[in-house]
């Protein structure tokens, strides 16, 4: 399976966007799709995650409430649509796809990745 992020920018506190994670090569619906981000000289960590059945949506404490993921079967991705974001979202987004059950790639655990696509906010 291929993953491709985009739809990163340069947008003020308080603005909105949307990054998109396209998946191509496989059954587009047999996949859990996670979204990561990495900050400068931080760790990456965890920010949503689509269960391939759609009976699993979670969010990270830090964007839960301003960030909604979702699915289009049409265009075959899964979208990350963050709202009044913050300085503090500034960070590189990757997203991720694995099979089977959602914990794995909860923690990272995957070999298919995104090339990452980037998210600045200036305050």
């Known amino acids: 399976v291929q993953l491709q992020a985009s739809g990163g920018g340069l947008v003020q506190a308080g603005d909105s966007l949307r990054v998109s994670c396209a998946v191509s090569g496989r059954p587009f619906e047999t996949y859990n799709v996670a979204w990561f981000r990495q900050a400068p000289g931080k760790e990456r960590e965890f920010v949503s995650l689509f269960s391939w059945d759609g009976r699993i949506i979670s969010y990270a404490d830090s964007v839960r409430g301003r960030f909604t993921i979702s699915r289009d079967r049409d265009r075959h991705t899964v979208d990350l649509q963050m709202n009044n974001l913050e300085p503090e979202d500034t960070a590189i987004y990757y997203c991720?796809?694995?099979?089977?059950?959602?914990?794995?790639?909860?923690?990272?655990?995957?070999?298919?990745w995104g090339q990452g696509t980037s998210v600045t906010v200036s305050s």
């Open positions: 991720a796809a694995r099979q089977g059950s959602t914990g794995p790639l909860r923690n990272g655990r995957s070999e298919y």
